[in-house]
C-alpha cells in the first residue's frame, strides 16, 4: 500500500504483476508491473506497437497473459469466466484509440 499526499493510505484497484504476452513470434509485454489506485485516472501513452491496447485488453479481460496475474480489486481475473468477466467489466471504463 502506498500513501497519498496527505499521508493517506491508497488503495490499488487494479494491479499487473510480470505479465508477459506473446503474439505469434513477438514477445508484446515483458514483466509489465502496474498500479492503479482507486480514484486515479490513468493515461498510457506510447509509440505505436508498444503493447498500449494490449496491456488493456488484459484489464478488461479481452486477452489472457502468458504468465503473470490481473488483479482487480482482490480478484485475479486471469482464471475468470466469461460471466466473471463481464462483472468486472462493469467496473472498467476503457476508451480505445478509434473507439
Request: aromatic share 2%.
Amino acid at each position: 500500500m502506498d500513501n497519498d499526499l496527505n499521508g493517506e493510505p491508497r488503495i490499488v484497484s487494479i494491479r499487473l504483476e510480470e505479465i508477459q504476452k506473446h503474439l505469434g513470434t513477438q514477445h508484446v509485454l515483458r514483466g509489465v508491473d502496474l498500479d492503479i489506485f482507486s480514484g486515479e485516472t490513468m493515461v498510457l501513452i506510447g509509440a505505436s506497437g508498444g503493447g498500449k491496447s494490449v496491456i488493456l485488453k488484459h484489464i478488461t479481460g479481452l486477452m489472457r497473459p502468458d504468465s503473470g496475474r490481473v488483479i482487480i480489486g482482490k480478484q485475479d481475473i486471469s482464471q475468470l469466466n466469461e460471466k466473471g468477466l463481464a462483472l468486472i467489466r462493469q467496473k472498467v471504463g476503457v476508451l480505445f484509440q478509434n473507439g
